[in-house]
């Protein structure tokens, strides 16, 4: 693309730009009521104006804070874009946060206006509105449910929408005169991180970044007007704001909002998008679910995946990166993609799938050649909320599984003495909202951000290789290596092993909690007549546990080939009652283990895993959907897993 | 909801329902608020199942008199009962288990649909202008029940709880006056529970539907129903509010159980 980054760097400018220049293509779709309604660039930006004047009126102010909360849909989009027309700053949180987990931000923030999608949104902030200083007014997309409430503080979009469109020159004067202030470096979004640790922090990121990284990521991967995507992450996740607003922004490229968290696989089949961003636990769902479904096949079509999946692996990513492939191995590959890959793929809404990403934790070998040998062109790519997320990204033709990319433009990196990976880039945080220690802490006077993440630059490749976080690589007793993410990978790359947590920090050896998958190993307990009314019961079954022992004893055997990890194999380790959850503040929202948490919380169960007891009895509290508590009680059993010797000793 | 003067949207008056030498239900009055949740309790065998399928003509009682939207009511089959606006769940679910949710949804408009069989054999014109009218209402339905992901999944494959919740997205599709729902919740977990009880609020509030059920968690019973009415091997044990039924001591030794 020809257009400097200087006469573009404000999402108000963009929007101008693609109204102009796309006017008539599809900007944004959402499915309602069973059919996909379309709006055009030209369409989008008159809402967005509407939109921007209501919310003037209402009275929003530059600089306010506004929450924006609830699932992907274009009006909650819209209210973005319309936040930072007005100069407000949209801050999105997560949809399932508990109301608690709102106060926070919404205080810490000083929100004093939130756009949520329906009632269960206006309730949470209902319930804590009268701790929040300076809030003032509620507006709200899905009218359902909320007819008989009486509040002054209320309003529907579809009101606002209305107060906005009421020809008044003095709110057109008024947006015209934001829209001016707006520059560069106006503050375009306060996004709250995950918070692996502690509490969460704002990140403040201005226009020129978001728009610099976006746009980077953009020119790598050549988006243009025509690609069209699927908005289902959380709205508050730094890669949905990013692929959805800047890149979809940037690009001029149409967003597709799915009806609902759970018709997102059907929804996705319908659009089949040209470019698809989904965490690795996602791609591992659904290789899983195509087992589990092989599995129950005819026998004829259980052969013929077989076959055919075996001639993908030997040949499909050659001819994925276009090289050297035999006449007869591309015949027999066009016959298989007739007969076995295209339908899969159509299956799994990925029929137009150019690039698809994957992004946030370690991704398996084994899952990503699944995917390119089908022919979906599936990347890494490394980044962070602080960074506006593109730091590092794969070209078409050199993806490798263990290693995430090279800097795109405007990345420069750098390995600390201490392992830590730092950056500078266009995309760099401003700094954490009212939180200048920790700003300081992370970026230097320099310009240099701290990632927090251990890693080098792989010879071989040139490309960035991610080892764990910086500050959860520990030693064990005896010296040896500590690297709990990689162990913890490897265990959940077993489709039974939904999550693991492993400790030995300063321990004589290394121990792990597992959480089974209810799906896989719900699959196996039907197939085997072993019935269960619950995730428990399941969990405490005797045969899992042998099951689990198996996958942990082959974890155990390929880290005893690795001189540098053998320290890490796994001597007990115990099957959780219940699954970690967001709920309960064990894991992230994006799934992201919280390990000084879980240590704290299960102190006994790890303690009891160092001792020698062969079950531990055990009270848990449970933090339920609606926010209320219970206890959860359980004994657990431990079990022995088998360590092995270095290979090379053996030998 | 209706402290002031309410009004009676239907009227049992003396009901005797015989099957041979079997008296099922034995001289039973009462009458539904227009708007209301009205709860029939009972235990098993009390009749009342049997007085739903009265009120929806299903069954002809010997003796008595039913007066609807201040008429009385001449002796009526279930389709001319349905005609007045009166849709009803069932017991055990009776869905078309092969057909998908949203043709099960779009069954519920067959009554409001007019064009003969040769416009709709020609899928063109006015019969699919009507088809297309009525899908928007069934969709609405399905949004409002947030049944959306099921939309084109046989039913026969769904869960029971969704299922149940297909079958109240039927009777809705009737744009019902008076609902009656026969236990709703019967047989569905905790959390399924919940969001039923949540939609049977919803529908009485959104749509102003009236609203008939029979439902044996009393737990349920006592936080939806507005009024509710005990029968007892056939005959009117007590008619009230949830408070006044549950203090009613014949209530308590009949059914409701004493605590120990």
């Given amino acids: 693309m020809t257009e400097n980054s200087a006469t573009l760097d404000t999402m108000p400018k963009l929007l101008a730009r693609n109204v102009s220049k796309f006017g008539d293509s599809p900007a944004f779709r959402e499915k309602d009521l069973g059919i996909w309604q379309t709006w055009t660039w030209k369409e989008s930006s008159e809402e967005i104006l509407k939109l921007s004047k209501g919310l003037i009126k209402l009275g929003v102010q530059e600089g306010d804070h506004v929450a924006v909360i609830g699932r992907n849909r274009p009006s909650l989009y819209w209210s973005l874009l319309a936040c930072q027309h007005i100069g407000a700053i949209p801050v999105p949180l997560y949809q399932d946060a508990v109301a608690e987990e709102m106060e926070y931000i919404l205080s810490h923030c000083g929100a004093s206006f939130a756009v949520v999608g329906d009632q269960e949104q206006v309730d949470k902030i209902l319930e804590i509105s009268d701790r929040l200083k300076g809030f003032k007014d509620i507006v709200f997309v899905d009218p359902k449910g909320l007819r008989k409430y ?12 209305e107060m906005g469109s009421r020809d008044s020159a003095e709110l057109d004067k008024e947006l015209k005169r934001r829209v001016e202030k707006v520059t560069g470096d106006t503050t375009c979004v306060l996004l709250y991180t995950s918070g692996t640790t502690g509490k969460s922090k704002g990140v403040v990121q201005t226009h020129q970044a978001i728009i610099g990284a976006s746009g980077g990521a953009n020119q790598h991967d050549s988006w243009t007007h025509d690609d069209y995507l699927l908005s289902y992450l959380p709205m508050a996740w730094v890669g949905d704001f990013m692929i959805s607003v800047a890149q979809g922004m940037g690009a001029g490229a149409c967003i597709n909002c799915p009806e609902g968290p759970e018709t997102m696989q059907v929804d996705l089949r319908e659009i089949g998008p040209s470019i698809f961003f989904g965490p690795p636990p996602l791609w591992e769902r659904l290789k899983t679910s195509v087992f589990i479904r092989i599995e129950d096949a005819a026998f004829f079509k259980k052969v013929a995946f077989k076959y055919f999946m075996a ?17 007869l191995d591309r015949l027999k590959y066009s016959l298989g993609n007739f007969l076995i890959y295209a339908p899969l793929k159509n299956m799994l809404g990925f ?14 070998a084994e899952l990503f050649d699944f995917y390119r040998s089908l022919g979906i062109n599936l990347k890494q790519l490394y980044g962070q909320t602080e960074a506006s997320v593109f730091l590092t990204m794969q070209g078409n033709d050199e993806v490798f599984s263990d290693t995430v990319g090279k800097p795109i433009e405007g990345v420069e990196l750098k390995i600390a003495p201490s392992g830590e990976i730092l950056y500078k880039s266009v995309g760099s945080f401003k700094e954490y909202y009212k939180n200048p220690k920790a700003t300081g802490e992370t970026k230097n006077k320099d310009g240099w951000v701290a990632t927090g993440d251990a890693g080098y630059i792989d010879e071989n490749t040139g490309q960035l290789r991610i080892i764990d976080r910086a500050k959860d690589v520990g030693k064990l007793k005896n010296g040896a290596l500590f690297a709990p993410k990689y162990v913890e990978n490897k265990l959940k790359f077993f489709p039974n092993i ?13 121990v792990a909690f597992l959480n089974i998958d209810m799906t896989a190993v719900g699959n196996w307990a039907e197939k085997n007549n072993i019935s269960y009314s619950s995730y428990q019961e399941l969990a405490s079954n005797s045969e899992v546990a042998n099951i689990l022992k198996e996958h942990v004893e082959d974890v155990n055997m390929a880290l005893a080939k690795d001189s540098m990890m053998s320290g890490c194999q796994i001597r007990k380790f115990l099957v959780l009652h219940k699954e970690l959850d967001p709920d309960d503040g064990e894991i992230t929202r994006t ?7 879980i240590n704290e919380k299960y102190d006994d169960l790890v303690s009891a895993l160092y001792s020698d007891n062969g079950s531990v009895d055990t009270k848990t509290e449970v933090t339920y959907e609606d926010g209320r508590k219970g206890y959860l009680e359980a004994t657990l059993s431990i079990v022995d897993a088998t360590i092995y010797q270095l290979q090379e000793a053996a030998e | 909801m209706n402290e002031k003067a309410p009004k009676i949207m239907m009227e049992v008056k003396n009901i005797n329902l015989r099957f041979g030498g079997v008296v099922a239900i034995q001289g039973v009055s009462f009458d539904i608020h227009e708007g209301e949740i009205r709860a029939i309790i009972g235990p098993n065998g009390a009749g009342k199942s049997s007085m739903l399928n009265v009120i929806n003509g299903f069954y002809h009682p010997q003796e008595g008199e039913i007066w609807f939207d201040g008429q009385k ?33 779009m069954t519920g408009r067959q009554l409001q649909m007019n064009k003969n069989i040769f416009w709709q054999m020609l899928r063109y014109g006015p019969a699919i202008e009507e088809e297309v009218q009525h899908r928007k209402r069934c969709e609405e339905i399905i949004d409002f029940l947030e049944i959306n992901h099921i939309r084109k999944t046989p039913v026969g494959s769904l869960p029971y709880g969704l299922q149940k919740r297909v079958e109240l997205a039927r009777a809705l599709a009737m744009e019902p006056n008076l609902l009656l729902l026969d236990e709703p919740m019967a047989g569905m977990n905790v959390e399924e529970k919940q969001d039923m009880s949540r939609f049977i609020v919803e529908v009485n509030e959104e749509f102003g539907t009236t609203i008939a059920l029979i439902e044996h968690d009393m737990a349920v019973v006592m936080d939806l129903a507005d009024r509710v009415v005990v029968l007892d091997y056939g005959k009117l044990l007590a008619d009230g509010t949830p408070k006044e039924v549950q203090s009613n001591q014949a209530v308590i030794d009949a059914y409701l159980g004493v605590p120990h």
């Fill in chain 1, 591 to 597: 799934r992201k283990v919280k390990r000084a948490f």
């Fill in chain 1, 498 to 510: 939904l999550e693991a947590v492993l400790f030995g920090d300063k321990k004589e050896f290394c």
């Fill in chain 1, 150 to 161: 009486d509040n002054k503080n209320l309003h529907s979009l579809a009101h606002i929408l």
């Fill in chain 2, 73 to 105: 009511r001449p002796s009526m089959e279930p389709y001319e009962v349905a005609k007045t606006g009166i849709a009803r769940t069932f017991q055990n679910i009776a869905l078309f288990k092969g057909m998908t949710t949203i043709e099960n949804v």
């Fill in chain 1, 351 to 364: 029929s137009n799938v150019r690039i698809a990403y994957t992004a946030g934790d370690l991704i398996s």
């Fill in chain 1, 311 to 327: 001639h993908a692996e030997k040949v499909g990513r050659d001819i994925l990166e276009k090289r050297k492939v035999g006449l």
